[in-house]
């Protein structure tokens, strides 16, 4: 079907849309069409009225409006329990102790500083989660105007303009590692710097961080001794089960995470920020962003004394109490995501910072929609199309670390004028081919025999799964619909270093199979564009279907999509079934024609286990297969890693290139 056709049929829907794709009221029908006036007097008159007057009450009902005159400021709060702010303020104000005490709560504010361009990423999601989590007292420091205005018509009206801003270029790609990428770290250490100088405790949060619950209590009450607590980069803890507590075996050895800190407004504290700046010249010469730089000054120019007994460190010339953050509750994307260390604990988290993640931005937004905590505007939940993402040049590499960014752009729903059209024909999803798990699996303890029977049990699993899905993205092609990812099973996590037992090294709380993130099997950069002669298809996260503001009319009643054990040469609908019989052997071709006779798209076709590979079997023109098959095989990641000595006693390489190959039949017509 050529793009024009795609357009055409795509006007057809369950919903009623506007010429960009957007769902439109049924309003409409009682407007007169330009330079034509109602004609009927007063009767019309009083129609036109009490037609304004019912949509007024129904836009009422669905947003929650109050004024609130104190502040000068609409609230408006949605259903799905998210506020915007529409502030009088045209931008965000100097930094003054007035204007935090405004916010602050216990004498404490959460900061987190940011550009335009990570808000747009971050700044719906961060200030969503917080809203939930009822946590009040943050405020975001802007790097400059342009972010300031966007965060504003964001409604995040606690902000103030960053002051010393060291950042050298704000308009340079945001890319990991990147000079300017580490003065935006540094930044944060002069931002939350100049808030504790002002008598302030201080939550420091980056913006990829999704807060569950206040953790006002735990900081401010329950554990008050630490000057300084940080959360860690490792993925597991040594506390006792059930133990909420900062870590025990505390250590500046362990390496920890600046995205999420407490700073508490001591003696302490101003000690440890002000050597934090004081070092921050030196460690910025050698290359260093400020976590890496104030861990090489506690590990390499300091000594610590360690106090076991309450789980400190004293550093800083022994005039800091630093403590460790429980990785039970202050969590980065493989605790939280895979290993899930806080239910083996039984402990709710207060917040998952999304590092441990692949495959850049796209890899944490996905994954956070994985985890239903991305904030996607509505129309994600009720259409099919593109969900906001970062959409990368060509230049943009993607290697088996899944690449940088380079000539990196936020786009949103829609992104351009041709791929309005893609994914909006419905949606597809797709049960797999359940496959077992070998008896035993998870209690397999023998590192150089085991390691290897895991690892190659997980790559079959996960490459015959991958077959399936293959077909998957053929059939959304075809139909020019947007793509549920399939639940794909992994028996292996995916790493950069060595696996034992297909875990991290000393970790044996995580469980198999789980469910593969999606940075786990493809380059995340590659699978937000995938794109067959100008067509796209969109995708949505694995979890979609569970998603509570997912649309009903999307999880109810899909049309079932099967294949026929016969010879009859049609498809068959049987409409009191729901189900759509296509015949034996069918091509792109056929089933293109098999929905052609119905003149409103269903809103989901589902193709149940294990016909994945049957519904669509080859492209009737032979060269479409080839650049499809390209464009596939192009997708996955390269799965990493076997210990090296586990690699040369079964004489094997570290890491293997995932497969993505379909079953389709060559067809020579």
């Known amino acids: 079907m050529d793009r024009a056709g795609v357009k055409r049929k795509a006007r057809f829907s369950i919903f009623n849309r506007n010429e960009t794709g957007n769902i439109l009221p049924e309003l409409h029908r009682h407007v007169a069409p330009a330079g034509r ?31 609130t005159m104190n502040n000068f400021r609409l609230s ?24 935090l005490d405004k916010w602050a709560k216990n004498n404490t504010v959460m900061i987190t500083f940011t550009d335009h361009q990570m808000f747009k990423l971050f700044g719906s999601t961060w200030l969503h989660n917080l809203e939930k989590a009822g946590i009040t007292y943050w405020v975001v420091a802007v790097a400059d105007n342009k972010t ?20 050298d270029d704000l308009s340079a790609e945001f890319k990991w590692g990147s000079s300017t990428w580490k003065l935006h770290t540094w930044q944060k250490v002069l931002t939350v710097r100049h808030v504790h100088h002002m008598g302030y405790h201080v939550v420091q949060s980056d913006m990829d961080v999704v807060w569950f619950r206040d953790p006002l209590m735990y900081f401010n009450q329950k554990y008050t001794l630490p000057d300084y607590m940080v959360s860690l980069d490792p993925i597991t803890t040594r506390n006792p089960l059930g133990d909420d507590g900062p870590e025990v075996g505390i250590t500046v050895s362990h390496y920890m995470n600046t995205g999420v800190y407490f700073l508490r407004n001591t003696s302490g504290g101003s000690a440890l920020i002000d050597k934090w700046y004081e070092i921050r010249k030196s460690k910025q010469a050698q290359g260093f962003h400020d976590q890496d730089g ?5 590990t390499v120019d300091q000594r610590e004394e360690i106090d076991g007994k309450n789980r400190i460190s004293k550093v800083v010339d022994g005039k800091v109490k630093l403590a460790q953050l429980p990785a039970t509750q202050f969590q980065n994307g493989y605790s939280h995501c895979i290993n899930k260390v806080h239910k083996v604990h039984n402990l709710m988290p207060y917040e998952t910072h999304f590092v441990w993640v692949d495959g850049n931005n796209n890899g944490k937004m996905h994954r956070m929609r994985e985890g239903g905590y991305f904030y996607d505007p509505p129309s994600y939940y009720t259409q099919g199309g593109a969900g906001p993402h970062v959409v990368v ?24 004028a041709e791929a309005q059209w893609d994914g909006l024909d419905g949606f597809l999803s797709v049960d797999l081919t359940p496959i077992e798990t070998p008896s035993g699996f998870n209690e397999w303890r023998n590192i150089t025999n085991d390691t290897e029977k895991m690892v190659s049990h997980h790559l079959v699993s ?23 990812l399939p639940k794909i099973q992994c028996w292996c996590i995916q790493n950069w270093f060595e696996n034992p037992l297909c875990r991290l090294p000393g970790e044996l709380h995580t469980q198999f199979p789980f469910p593969c993130p999606a940075d786990y099997i493809f380059q995340m ?21 569970e998603n509570k503001r997912t649309a009903p009319a999307i999880k109810e009643n899909p049309l079932l999509l099967r294949v026929s054990s016969g010879e009859k040469q049609e498809a068959v609908y049987d409409k009191q079934a729901h189900v759509l019989l ?30 994945m590979t049957k519904v669509i079997q080859y492209f009737k023109e032979p060269q479409l297969q080839t650049e499809f098959d390209q464009v596939i095989s192009q997708l996955s990641v390269k799965w990493c890693c076997r210990p090296e000595s586990v690699a040369k006693a079964h004489g094997l390489p570290i890491d293997h290139q995932l497969v993505m190959k379909s079953k389709m039949k060559s067809n020579t017509v």
Not at 157 to 162: D, G, P, Q, T
Not at 394 to 412: D, I, P, W, Y
Not at 589 to 609: D, L, M
Request: glycine share 6%.
């Open 148 to 167: 300031a205005d966007l965060v504003l018509k964001s409604g995040a009206h606690h902000c103030f303009m960053a002051e010393d801003m060291e950042v």
């Open 582 to 611: 296509l015949p034996p052997e069918p091509s792109d071709a056929t089933v293109v024609s098999a929905f052609e006779p119905f003149s409103k798209p269903f809103v989901r076709v589902h193709v149940e286990a294990p016909l």
């Open 525 to 545: 950069n590659k699978l937000y564009s995938f794109e067959v002669r100008g067509r796209r298809v969109p995708i949505r996260e694995y979890s979609f279907l």
């Open 294 to 298: 104030l861990y090489k000054y506690l």
């Open 393 to 416: 040049s060509t230049g943009g590499s993607q290697g088996g670390s899944q690449g940088g960014e380079k000539g990196a752009s936020f786009t949103a729903l829609r992104p351009d």
């Open 462 to 484: 996960l490459e015959a799964q991958l077959t399936e899905v293959v077909h998957a993205f053929a059939l959304a092609w075809t139909l020019n619909r947007t793509l549920i």
């Open 76 to 99: 408006v709060k949605t259903e799905d329990n998210y506020r915007t702010s529409i502030s009088l303020p045209k931008s965000c104000e100097k930094l003054s102790k007035q204007l």
């Open 37 to 67: 006036p109602f004609r009927g007097g007063a009767l019309a008159l009083i129609f036109g009225i009490v037609t304004l007057v019912a949509a007024i009450a129904a836009l009422l009902k669905i947003f929650h409006v109050t004024l």
